[in-house]
């Protein structure tokens, strides 16, 4: 499985970004799809998870009304949109798919395999 991520860029604080992630080769009938990322000297962290197929979506606290993940089921490609940008959202996102994440899906061991990351940078 090939996860491509992309969409990222600079933008200024308040303003609105729209991240992709297609994934290409072998296909599941039952997987999760989620949003982490990482700012310099931190860790990685949870942002938003997606069923693929109930569609079922979590967030993170620190992005709930802000940033909203979505899926296209026959384009096998999740989004996450990103509205009201704050400069503490600048980060590397990374999407993930993970096989059988079920209730652990904040965790980033629950996933299995992991896009290249696009870079978010928040201007203030």
């Known amino acids: 499985v090939q996860l491509q991520a992309y969409g990222g860029g600079l933008v200024q604080a308040g303003g609105s970004l729209r991240l992709s992630c297609a994934a290409s080769?072998?296909?599941?009938?039952?997987?999760?799809m989620a949003w982490f990322r990482q700012a310099p000297g931190k860790e990685r962290e949870f942002v938003a998870a997606?069923?693929?197929?109930?569609?079922?979506?979590h967030y993170a606290d620190s992005v709930k009304g802000r940033l909203t993940i979505s899926r296209d089921n026959a384009k096998n490609t999740v989004y996450l949109q990103m509205n009201s940008l704050k400069p503490e959202d600048t980060a590397v996102y990374y999407c993930?798919?993970?096989?059988?994440?079920?209730?652990?899906?904040?965790?980033?061991?629950?996933?299995?395999?992991w896009g290249q990351g696009t870079q978010v940078t928040v201007s203030s």
């Open positions: 993930a798919l993970g096989l059988s994440a079920g209730s652990y899906f904040s965790s980033l061991f629950s996933y299995d395999y």
């Open positions: 080769g072998r296909t599941f009938s039952t997987y999760a």
């Open positions: 997606i069923s693929w197929g109930s569609g079922s979506t």
